[in-house]
């Protein structure tokens, strides 16, 4: 297909968004022979990793477990420079495999679909954009992501600050240089833990402003260590395919024993080695740190123990130390040297879990009735997470009905893939899969394969329209459910809950019944037909009949 071509105004699919899934996605349908229109509302491709250049933004999944592998070649060639790798680096590698495949060229970027209504009568998505561009397709895949649409709280008076602001899930292109500068940093989650250290650096004075404080494990990060590298890339077709069928979709040392299974010096023991590893394996130290609270209060009090030990000032180190939820039931933080911060001369901790901040002012903010002056203030403040991207895009299905409406009191999809009323309309790692609770890259390469084979499978046989089928998308919003609700995670305020937005339903919206669970109940339903699923033939083929 020629660039031209891919400016179509009638094609087989449209995608939302160039990140690792539109990528992925528009690869596998170009090869399939599918015509495809891709938009994406940044000036590059790579998703998250575009957006997210914030200082010290890096992964914690391991570099050797986060990158693709529907490509042999692509991932031996590959060499990730360190164990955890920064957000250049997945950067590059975003942009590299978009070269490498050829896929730039049939993306339009800086372009933001605001419309896709599904037009019964002609059974195809109308599509448009920012730009005035409008297409037919008939099949829309939203590949946006989970957590892309970044929030600055509605604080009084933020219209009137004289400083610069900036979020972290929409840093600026350019170095922003914080030299001299007396800074504000708004949030303590996986962002803000990450940044914090980094801004530090370079800042004349840092004021963290926390409303919770959060676990985080030390990365333990360093350079890739080439033998590690090596055996990694010796047995890759193995190690991914055993990734595929895992609890997360990576390999993680998992201790299958319960916490209290084991006296108090095995206990401690175990903790104190998973600390020293690293990363987010410290939740694997024994198998039901996420079932059992009295275990969970053992991994969360060693944490506690570890904070103390760290942060000199006693005072300070209470108000970092997690106290009202279970350790892993708000996301897990991975940092480098987060805690060690605290005990720099140009960096102080507020706590403003009892008083929120009051207002911000043309200078800078007050909180706890006192008054602070900031050169610039960096909100870590987190994403409408999961729906929110969905939300931006007015999506109507049949009989005009909003998505939004359908999901007034929460998303209802059948496997996080598709919801019923809205034909032809698929999601990537969406709300009721395992999505934000997995190694993404895992879950994205799963769910693409699963659309692009279900797209094949109905033009194979001249079938026009696929849909769930209400009882079975029912019965997966309860299994979601069900499955989170024998676990820790619905005790905290987290935005896996939704309980960041106010005013967003309250409940889990991931699957957190494992990755590998998943996949085969994946399998098993296209072994089945694609049981829960109905179809349509094409028009022609049905009158025909
Ligand atoms: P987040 O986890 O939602 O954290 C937002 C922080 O801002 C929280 O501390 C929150 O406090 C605080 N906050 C929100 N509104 C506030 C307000 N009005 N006043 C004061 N504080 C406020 O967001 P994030 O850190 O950007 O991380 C989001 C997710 O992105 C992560 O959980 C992770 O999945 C992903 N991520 C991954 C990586 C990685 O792979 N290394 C790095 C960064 C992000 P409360 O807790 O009280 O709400």
């Known amino acids: 297909m020629s660039n031209r071509d891919s400016r179509a105004s009638t094609v087989d699919a449209v995608i939302v968004g160039a990140g690792f899934s539109g990528l992925y996605l528009l690869h596998r349908l170009r090869e399939l022979g599918f015509t495809t229109r891709v938009f994406e509302r940044g000036s590059g491709v790579g998703g998250t990793w575009y957006w997210n250049r914030y200082p010290g933004a890096r992964c914690d999944v391991e570099s050797m477990q986060y990158s693709y592998s529907f490509d042999e070649d692509l991932q031996q060639e590959w060499h990730w420079p360190e164990k955890f790798s920064a957000q250049p680096d997945i950067l590059a590698y975003a942009e590299h495999v978009a070269k490498r495949f050829d896929?730039?060229?049939?993306?339009?970027?800086?372009?933001?679909?605001?419309?896709?209504?599904?037009?019964?009568?002609?059974?195809?998505?109308?599509?448009?954009?920012?730009?005035?561009?409008?297409?037919?397709?008939?099949?829309?895949?939203?590949?946006?992501?989970?957590?892309?649409?970044?929030?600055?709280?509605?604080?009084?008076?933020?219209?009137?600050?004289?400083?610069?602001?900036?979020?972290?899930?929409?840093w600026p292109h350019e170095k922003v240089d914080f030299t001299g500068q007396r800074i504000a940093v708004v949030g303590t989650g996986s962002s803000g833990i990450q940044a914090i250290p980094v801004l530090a650096e370079e800042a004349e004075h840092v004021t963290v402003f926390q409303r919770t404080p959060n676990y985080s494990i030390p990365s333990q990060n360093g350079p890739m260590h080439l033998k590690y590298e090596a055996s990694w890339k010796q047995r890759y077709s193995d190690l991914r395919e055993e990734m595929r069928y895992t609890g997360h979709g990576s390999i993680k040392d998992l201790n299958d024993k319960p916490a209290m299974s084991v006296d108090e010096d095995e206990r401690q023991a175990t903790y104190k080695e998973r600390w020293k590893i690293?990363?987010?394996?410290?939740?694997?130290?024994?198998?039901?740190?996420?079932?059992?609270?009295?275990?969970?209060?053992?991994?969360?009090?060693?944490?506690?123990?570890?904070?103390?030990?760290?942060?000199?000032?006693p005072e300070t180190a209470e108000i970092l130390a997690p106290k009202t939820y279970p350790i892993g039931t708000k996301r897990i933080c991975i940092d480098s040297g987060y805690f060690e911060t605290y005990n720099r001369d140009n960096v102080d901790l507020v706590d403003i879990s009892e008083t929120s901040i009051k207002r911000i002012t043309p200078t800078g903010l007050i909180a706890n009735d006192q008054t602070y002056d900031f050169d610039s203030i960096v909100f870590a403040t987190g994403f409408d997470a999961m729906t929110g991207t969905l939300f931006n895009v007015d999506i109507r299905g049949r009989d005009n009905l909003a998505l939004k409406e359908k999901w007034y009191a929460g998303p209802r999809t059948y496997l996080g893939l598709m919801s019923e009323a809205f034909p032809n309309l698929f999601m990537i790692t969406g709300p009721g899969s395992p999505s934000v609770k997995s190694n993404m890259m895992v879950s994205i390469e799963q769910h693409v394969d699963f659309v692009t084979e279900s797209i094949v499978h109905m033009r194979d046989r001249e079938l026009e329209l696929m849909e769930p089928e209400l009882a079975s998308e029912d019965e997966w919003v309860d299994h979601v459910q069900e499955v989170a609700n024998k676990t820790l995670f619905p005790r905290a305020n987290s935005w896996y809950m939704g309980a960041n937005i106010p005013g967003k339903p309250r409940l889990f919206m991931p699957y957190i019944g494992g990755v590998g669970t998943y996949r085969r109940k994946c399998e098993e339903i296209v072994a089945d037909g694609y049981r829960g699923f109905r179809f349509e033939p094409k028009v022609a083929a049905a009158a025909a009949e």
């Open 278 to 313: 690293g990363g987010a394996g410290f939740l694997t130290s024994f198998n039901d740190l996420l079932f059992s609270q009295e275990s969970n209060d053992t991994a969360s009090e060693f944490v506690r123990q570890k904070i103390r030990q760290i942060v000199k000032d």
């Open 103 to 170: 896929l730039t060229q049939h993306i339009d970027f800086e372009t933001e679909v605001s419309k896709a209504h599904f037009d019964a009568a002609t059974r195809r998505w109308h599509i448009e954009t920012n730009t005035g561009a409008t297409v037919e397709t008939q099949h829309l895949i939203m590949a946006t992501g989970c957590i892309s649409t970044a929030q600055i709280p509605e604080i009084d008076g933020l219209s009137d600050y004289r400083g610069d602001t900036y979020h972290t899930g929409k």
